[in-house]
């Protein structure tokens, strides 16, 4: 059973920076470095969106909101997925819940931008 386990989140004024870890589990290395494998967010009242996503190897794609401000990457021998984010607005601020293969997901991680 693949599980996943999103931390990071957390309180972080505009103009901010934030780290958002996933550890997944239940998934050989191998797997996981094949998978593609995404950050999602959903905000209060609205529906999750895909934020960003990383798909074999490492070729992503961001949401445009995001671009130049998110980056995400993966860490296929500890079988851990990464979201950077600068330069956080109000916006931002959401659950984040990270993805495998569009099947798993985790609990989600509160980041809230916010002075």
């Known amino acids: 059973q693949v599980q996943l386990v999103e931390s990071g989140g957390g309180l972080v004024q505009p103009g901010g920076s934030l780290r958002l870890s996933c550890a997944a589990s239940?998934?050989?290395?191998?797997?996981?470095?094949?998978?593609?494998l995404g950050w999602y967010r959903q905000a209060p009242g609205k529906e999750r969106e895909l934020v960003a996503g990383?798909?074999?190897?490492?070729?992503?794609n961001y949401r445009d909101s995001v671009k130049g401000r998110f980056i995400i990457s993966r860490d296929s021998g500890k079988k851990m997925v990464y979201l950077q984010m600068d330069s956080l607005k109000p916006e931002d601020t959401a659950v984040y819940y990270c993805?495998?293969?569009?099947?798993?997901w985790g609990q989600g991680t509160q980041v809230t931008v916010s002075s």
């Open positions: 993805n495998i293969e569009g099947d798993y």
């Open positions: 239940g998934i050989s290395a191998i797997i996981f470095s094949r998978s593609t």
């Open positions: 990383i798909i074999s190897g490492s070729i992503s």
